[in-house]
């Protein structure tokens, strides 16, 4: 499947409920590569239990960011496992200045030494309207069991209130409360400025209108890994 050593890392930005977490997941199966998203690892260390757990559930109930040093370290352990060593998709990371100067840190680190391959970022910046996202966000319902995502408004179980895929009761997400959503959004604004600028002239950066069937935006993204890694992709790929 791979041509050469240069292998892609997408970023995936946008505000919460813009759609990246779908995307990622569709983009993710169509390239054959992980989708890795820090609010489910996260998600996944509340599910652990513990004084940490309980810790980082309070975090995130409150729709505020984890510390730093926590998320960082969480994800450099996930993206140093072999199934990312020819790339993956980062859903929810970098967020914070900090987290893209130690991201980049380790993106060198895992390039150089033996290998010899190397990781190449870029960006995809995600925009709606603050009015779709609202709605998206307030209509999320999440499968407990297999982490399956409807919407009450424009993806709907088969059955209300199920999941398609194993008939859990589908459950809306603490974080999702109208009072975190705003807090969330307001957060987003804040760290996205200065992300956008650590990244500004480092690395390759698209936009994506996030307000269109998912089919077209998955195509968009595609065309745009294509224009950056047309010799990684295996034809057999290509989405349209
Ligand atoms: P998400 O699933 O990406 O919407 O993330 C859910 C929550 O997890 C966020 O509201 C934060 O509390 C926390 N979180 C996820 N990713 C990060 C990150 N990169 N830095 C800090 N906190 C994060």
Known sequence: MLTDSVFPVLILLGPPGVG????????????????????????????????AGEHLKMILERGELVPDSLVCDMVASRIAKADCEKGFIMDGFPRTREQAEFFQQRLTDLST???RRHFEPILI???????????????????????????????????????????????????????????RLQIYEQEAWPLMEFYAGKSKMFEIDGDQPLEAITSEVMAMVRQSFNSWLNPSLHYS
């Open 20 to 51: 990246k977490g779908t995307q990622s997941r569709r983009i993710a199966e169509v390239l054959r590569i992980p989708n890795i998203s820090s609010g489910d690892i996260l998600r996944e260390n509340v599910r652990d239990g513990g004084e």
């Open 113 to 115: 030494g033996v290998t």
């Open 125 to 183: 910046r995600f925009c709606v309207a603050e009015s779709t996202i609202l709605e998206r966000l307030s209509g999320r319902r999440v499968c407990p069991t297999c982490g399956g995502v409807y919407n009450v408004h424009s993806q709907p179980p088969s059955v209300a209130g199920r999941c398609n895929t194993d008939g859990s009761t589908l459950l809306i997400r603490d974080d999702d409360q109208p009072h975190t959503i705003l807090r």
